[in-house]
């Protein structure tokens, strides 16, 4: 995922980059507001800060707005009432109030993307198929050669996030973030359970491959990923 960054900061932005590169994101960064709109390309999510030196942010998120579509997200120290609502009515998809939690900031981002992609940009019939598993994101359900298992709610998001990376690593703390929206000191443990189980109850033990370090990825043993006929998956 590619992020436009429009913070005139220099210190949040020093801070804010390396946080996201470590996330999988890459940035761009804008230390002012004239001239946004001709950096949108290729771009997945803006994060827009408000208190700009040359412009306001919100006439900022106006334009972009006027010219794409592209998910904006405000990330400002202005948090009343008032100025949330103004940041929405701008055309922003959410705001987020400084200082905030970095786990919660990227598992917003995802959100927006994956809302924005919506079903033009999921699996085939929203099904991946892996190794006899498929996987319906649309209908949340889990089937392994034909046979339906029962997930929990948080079993299902983490297999879900894998399979629509389409055999690519997510982060422990990306998984962490987008399914629980928040991190505590035994996150890494209770992420390893239910992926424990899930190897279990999928019968796969390969399926879910830990790729140390780092996070989890889904694929076929041996393989690189979703095999033959499996849907093309959204990153999300």
């Known amino acids: 995922m590619h992020i436009l960054l429009v913070e005139d900061d220099d210190r949040i932005a020093a801070a804010l980059r390396p946080a ?12 002012r507001g004239r001239g946004a709109v001709d950096h949108l390309a290729d771009v997945d999510v803006v994060l827009l800060d408000l208190g700009l030196p040359d412009i306001d942010g919100v006439d900022v998120c106006r334009a972009i707005r006027a010219v794409s579509e592209v998910p904006v997200i405000v990330v400002s120290a202005r948090g009343e009432v008032d100025d949330r609502i103004l940041g929405l009515h701008s055309g922003a998809d959410d705001y987020l109030v400084k200082p905030y939690d970095i786990g919660e900031l990227v598992a917003r981002a995802h959100a927006v993307h994956r809302r924005h992609r919506g079903p033009a940009g999921s699996p085939a019939g929203g099904v991946v198929v892996v190794d006899e598993v498929s996987v319906d994101l649309n209908r949340h359900t889990v089937t392994v050669a034909g046979r339906e298992v029962t997930l929990t709610r948080k079993e299902f998001q983490v ?44 019968g796969r033990p390969e399926l879910v491959q830990t790729v140390r370090g780092v996070g989890y990825r889904l694929g076929s043993p041996g393989g690189t990923g979703p095999g033959p006929g499996a849907g093309t998956p959204a990153v999300g």
Do not use: F, Q, Y
């Open 20 to 31: 996201l590169h470590r996330h999988g994101m890459t940035t761009t960064r804008l230390a």
């Open 159 to 202: 297999l879900a996030l894998l399979a629509s990376a389409g055999g690519a690593v997510c982060t422990r703390s990306r998984i962490v973030a987008e399914v629980w929206g928040r991190s505590w000191p035994g996150a890494n443990r209770t992420l390893d359970v239910h992926v424990a189980t899930l190897r279990t109850k999928l």
